[in-house]
Nanobody, 115 residues
């Protein structure tokens, strides 16, 4: 199973910013849609941001106005700019793409926001 390559693990104080990234290995086709999920301890995994190559980004209500998803087609990389972070944003963040019927996930990036 091919794994997307994430980077950007971080510990930040509330109101700070982080920008994890996610690279798609060249063995995979370039995806049309890229997503970010997060999972906090004891919670289900939830989608926080999605962007298609021809569409407008969409966000979970909890992060609207604070997070920005973007992608660099040449580098086959997507980013999640996270601003005005709150302690409740603490979670493991995962990027995900779907090619055909298969979902490909990143290994997960721990984001911890202290109050």
């Amino acid at each position: 199973q091919v794994t997307l390559v994430e980077s950007g693990v971080g510990l930040v104080q509330a109101a700070g910013s982080l920008r994890p990234s996610c690279a798609v290995p060249s063995i995979l086709l370039s995806p049309h849609v890229m997503r970010w999920y997060r999972q906090a301890p004891g919670n289900q995994r939830e989608m926080v941001a999605v962007v298609a190559d021809t569409g407008v980004p969409d966000y979970a209500n909890s992060v609207k106005g604070r997070f920005v998803i973007s992608r660099d087609f040449a580098k086959r990389t997507q980013y999640l700019q996270m601003n005005s972070l709150k302690p409740e944003d603490t979670a493991v963040y995962y990027c995900m793409i779907k090619i055909g019927l298969t979902n490909y996930w990143g290994q997960g990036t721990q984001v911890t926001v202290s109050s």
